[in-house]
């Protein structure tokens, strides 16, 4: 994060499996206004981790670059996305005795958040949010903010969220193998919900579906908080896999026919539509059915749309989703997908893009930029501590400095 003369700018980076987002944005007086975007193709991660840290760091550089180039603006720092399989989340309680004439004070909220995250967790993972769900004090629960009001004890419910450090720990070289420092570590559907969900589909219930290259990341909310989230190590280029394996063309040439002519309904399909099938080695291009095409597609998505929905009757939240299913992510820009998802989880589906942000608005309009707007959007929310953090740095160097001037001079 930096300051300019209008607000402080800060940028969210989204490495993900395919591709790398970054979004510039400035936090002022209306909210957050955007300044810019860079994206750049990466195949240094899979999955969510990194697998070669060369050209993940390349990847970051463009990203960032053609951000710069778009806003005139250096970017010295980022608010960073974690995703994939290796993110655990679980649900925690804790109960403590209010002291202090029994009036709960910031010490008790604290100190019973501070006992709802103490589980012990294996040494390769660490705490990346403690989110609240409710507070109860005494009998009365559904409490956002117990602070003030007067009982003997208070409980806590949260969502805990864990990362794998070693996991962490690479991504976090990459980026500062990149010139950059890091603001924040963030949960990338986290970031994505905060980017492309109402607070009334947060109150009645919805499941937000990040759907990527490598995997399908969920995110249930009810009643204003995280209930639930889980990780499907398949997405977008396990289907142009099977376009690739059914058509016999290159992986490349696959996606771009699934993006391009794709559809995960064949009912929504033509009998006479044709796409047209790249030539490989020297051969000329052919037509094919454009139906044909959707025939190998739509299996597989409906495939992954099963697994998500025995994921959301295992976490006991079917009844509470009044909302239905937010789709975001690049994946979900596949045509046809939003009806094969209300088809599979008979529930009301729509593709989510960024929203609640001003200035440059449409250039983030892609889903593919949720999660890198939804880093910028919780950069927002946290300025004010970032750039406290940022001082008591700089008063510490310039302490250290005056303390070596005075020692040796």
């Known amino acids: 994060m930096m300051e300019t003369v209008s607000g402080p700018v800060i940028a969210g980076l989204d490495v993900g499996s395919s591709k790398v987002a970054t979004v510039v944005a400035r936090k002022g007086p209306d909210g957050l206004e955007i300044l810019g975007v860079g994206r750049a193709d990466t195949d240094g991660m899979r999955k969510g981790a990194v697998v070669n840290v060369d050209a993940t760091v390349k990847s970051i550089q463009q990203s960032v670059g053609d951000a710069e180039k778009m806003t005139g603006l250096s970017i010295r720092s980022v608010f960073v996305g974690v995703s994939g399989p290796l993110i655990k989340s679980f649900n925690s309680h804790a109960a403590i005795s209010v002291r202090n004439e029994r009036e709960v ?5 604290a100190r019973v958040l501070e006992l709802a995250k103490a589980v012990e967790l294996p040494n390769d993972r ?4 403690v989110l609240t769900q409710e507070f109860i004090v005494d009998d009365t629960g559904g409490i956002k903010d117990p602070r003030g009001m007067t009982g003997i004890r208070l409980d806590a419910r949260v969502h805990v969220v864990t990362d ?4 962490t720990q690479n991504l976090v070289k990459c980026v500062e193998k990149a010139e950059l420092s890091i603001d924040d570590i963030v949960l990338g559907p986290l970031a994505s919900a905060n980017a492309v969900l109402t607070p009334e589909e947060k109150e009645v ?6 759907f990527g290259a490598g995997t399908v990341e969920m995110a249930i909310f009810y009643d204003s908080a995280l209930r639930h989230t889980f990780v499907l190590p398949l997405g977008g280029a396990s289907i142009t896999s099977d376009v690739a394996i059914g058509l016999k063309v290159p992986w490349a040439d696959a996606e771009v026919l699934k993006t391009s ?12 539509e044709l796409v047209e099938l790249p030539g490989v080695g020297g051969r000329q291009p052919r037509p094919i059915r454009r139906q044909y095409l959707s025939e190998i597609i739509e299996p597989r998505a409906e495939e992954i749309f099963g697994l998500v929905r025995r994921e959301i009757l295992r976490s006991g939240f079917e009844e509470n989703l009044g909302a239905g299913v937010v789709l ?20 009301p589906v729509r593709r989510g893009s960024p929203i609640g942000v001003g200035g440059l608005v449409e250039v983030v309009s892609s889903p593919c930029y ?15 501590v970032v750039a406290a953090r940022e001082e008591a740095r700089e008063a510490g160097w310039f302490e250290r400095v005056k303390r070596f001037i005075t020692d040796n001079f």
Do not use: N, W
């Not at 004070?105 to 909220?109: M, N, P, S």
């Open 126 to 129: 660490e705490v990346l949010h």
């Open 205 to 210: 219930g919805v499941v937000l579906l990040d």
């Open 105 to 109: 004070t910031d010490a008790d909220v």
């Open 370 to 384: 949720a999660t890198a707007a939804g880093l910028a959007l919780y950069g927002s929310s946290m300025a004010e």
């Open 328 to 347: 975001t992510g690049g994946g979900s820009l596949l045509d046809g997908l939003s009806d094969l998802g209300e088809r599979v989880f008979q529930l």
């Open 164 to 167: 794998d450090v070693p996991g």
């Open 261 to 272: 002519s794709g559809c995960a309904m064949i009912q929504k399909v033509r009998r006479d």
